[in-house]
Structures are given as C-alpha cells and as structure tokens.
T-cell receptor
Framework: GENVEQHPSTLSVQEGDSAVIKCTYS??????FPWYKQELGKGPQLIID?????GEKKDQRIAVTLNKTAKHFSLHITETQPEDSAVYFC?????????????FGSGTRLQVQP | EAGVTQSPTHLIKTRGQQATLRCSPI?????VYWYQQALGLGLQFLLW???????NRGNFPPRFSGRQFPNYSSELNVNALELEDSALYLC???????????FGSGTRLTVV
C-alpha cells in the first residue's frame, strides 16, 4: 500500500554522538521529503526538507540524504545535544502534490543521554 | 508573524456528542490540513482544504467533516463521538504547492 515506513521507533544515544533515522516510501513519483520534530506538548516543527532533484541537504548539525532509486531518505544529526531529544517524523507526498497531502512515518523517539 | 492557532486547547466530550475544533492559519496561507494523532501513534491525515474547497480526505468515516471559511480559517467537526476519537488533533497551514506545512499545537480531544 501507499505508506512511509520509519525506523527505528526508538533511539538512544550519548550526548555528542550521531543519530540516524531512516525512512522508505512507496511511490516513485514522490518528490518532497520533509522532517519534523515534535517536542512534548507541541505540534510538529519542520526542521529540514529535501526535494527529489537534490541528493543531500545540510543545515548546521542536521542533514538529510535521499536515494530516489532505492526510495529511501535519512535524517542525520551530528554532535547530539539533550535538547535534540524529541519525536522525529519523516514524511512524503505520495503522488500528485496538487492532490495529496503529506503522509507521515510512524515516528522515532530520540533520547540523548547527557 | 503569528503562527497557526488552534482552539480550544483541550476538549472533553461524552460519547455520542459532537465536537467542533477550530484553526486559524498563518496569514497568506490558503491551505489548511487536519491530522489526527492518537496517543503513541503517528499522524493520520484527515482533511485538506484550500480556497474554501475540500481537496482531499483521508480514510476516516463521514462523521469527520469540516469546512474552510473565506478568511481561510477552518473548523473540524466530529459527530457521534466514539471513545477511539480521543486524540490530539493537529491543524497545519501552507500555500498550495508550497510544501512546507506549519503546524499548530493541537487540540486534545478526550471522549468519555
């Protein structure tokens, strides 16, 4: 079916280590892949996104990579800090962006241990 | 600029009642998206409105409905509430074909 799969569901790292979250999607026509961070009691916040004409995008300590052939994309967080602890969601538009809303992965709870 | 605002923050209803949730988008955004986030689960797409029209809806029963007003604000109505409707309802706004949604903080609906 049409979905976005996200792994792992939980991830615990030591402060300063790197964290990687991976997602796969079902629709080869998908061309927009955002990542959201949701802190407790808040709505999801867009932290980085990538479009299909780009293979990698960086913004300070976070980066996203996209492999369109394999239909997967990943979030990389380097030098993790306790404030990075949150639930992270990947998403994709499965189909026509003019007709389909974002489909979200199931989320990854990241815990950064001080 | 003001973000996406949702009201009320919390709502407690009895099974069988109706609930109305409201959302005000960011100024200049014409699209409003509604998502349901049940406890411990991901975001499930409910409805998408743009320029007053429903553009798409997710796999939810017809008792979930909504509308968008001329000022682009939106409301979500849930009729005949069931216990399983208890969840955080998130509204997001964006510009049509501008892919970056901005979410509000949500309305926590509890059905007892």
């Amino acid at each position: 079916g049409e979905n976005v799969e996200q792994h792992p569901s939980t991830l615990s790292v030591q402060e300063g280590d790197s964290a990687v979250i991976k997602c796969t999607y079902s629709d080869s026509a998908s061309n927009y892949f955002p990542w959201y961070k949701q802190e407790l009691g808040k709505g999801p916040q867009l932290i980085i996104d990538i479009r299909s004409n780009v293979g990698e995008k960086k913004d300070q300590r976070i980066a996203v990579t996209l492999n369109k052939t394999a239909k997967h994309f990943s979030l990389h967080i380097t030098e993790t800090q306790p404030e990075d602890s949150a639930v992270y969601f990947c998403a994709a538009v499965l189909g026509d962006t003019g007709r389909r809303a974002l489909t979200f992965g199931s989320g990854t709870r990241l815990q950064v241990q001080p | 600029e003001a973000g996406v605002t949702q009201s009320p923050t919390h709502l407690i209803k009895t099974r069988g009642q109706q609930a109305t949730l409201r959302c005000s988008p960011i100024s200049g955004h014409t699209s409003v998206y509604w998502y349901q986030q049940a406890l411990g689960l991901g975001l499930q797409f409910l409805l998408w409105y743009d320029e007053g029209e429903e553009r798409n809806r997710g796999n939810f029963p017809p008792r979930f409905s909504g509308r968008q007003f001329p000022n682009y604000s939106s409301e979500l109505n849930v009729n005949a509430l069931e216990l399983e409707d208890s969840a955080l309802y998130l509204c997001a706004s964006g510009r049509l074909n501008n892919y970056g949604y901005t979410f509000g903080s949500g309305t926590r609906l509890t059905v007892v």
